[in-house]
Nanobody, 124 residues
Framework: QVQLVESGGGLVQAGGSLRLSCAAS????????MGWFRQAPGKEREFVSV????????YYADSVKGRFTISRDNGKNTVYLQLNSLKPEDTAVYYC?????????????????WGKGTLVTVSS
């Protein structure tokens, strides 16, 4: 059973930065693609970014491209999301996801594991 624990959320002013972390309990972390999703108040959860198991491939939602960067450290079983140039519309609970399939995360389909989320609030 994979357990994912997010951290790093908080309150930040527009234009600021945060780095989210997601620590995984699974020792086969390096075999899993990892992703980030977010859910804003009153809205459905949406895809943000995905990184392949090796870290070679990444993909971003258009809304965050150029501002957010996903990375991973397989030695630490951790995936990161660097959030720069934050906007009030980035306010959401951010969730970490894990699945053996990169495509599953990219298409938000049949994802195996989810974290409980960390709240990011961007003030104007």
């Amino acid at each position: 059973q994979v357990q994912l624990v997010e951290s790093g959320g908080g309150l930040v002013q527009a234009g600021g930065s945060l780095r989210l972390s997601c620590a995984a309990s699974q020792w086969t972390f390096s075999l899993y693609a990892m992703g980030w999703f977010r859910q804003a108040p009153g809205k459905e959860r949406e895809f943000v970014s995905v990184i392949s198991a090796s870290g070679t491939n990444t993909y971003y939602a258009d809304s965050v491209k150029g501002r957010f960067t996903i990375s991973r450290d397989n030695g630490k079983n951790t995936v990161y999301l660097q959030l720069n140039s934050l906007k009030p519309e980035d306010t959401a609970v951010y969730y970490c996801a894990a699945d053996p399939s990169y495509i599953s995360i990219k298409t938000s389909s049949g994802i195996s594991y989810w974290g409980k989320g960390t709240l990011v609030t961007v003030s104007s």
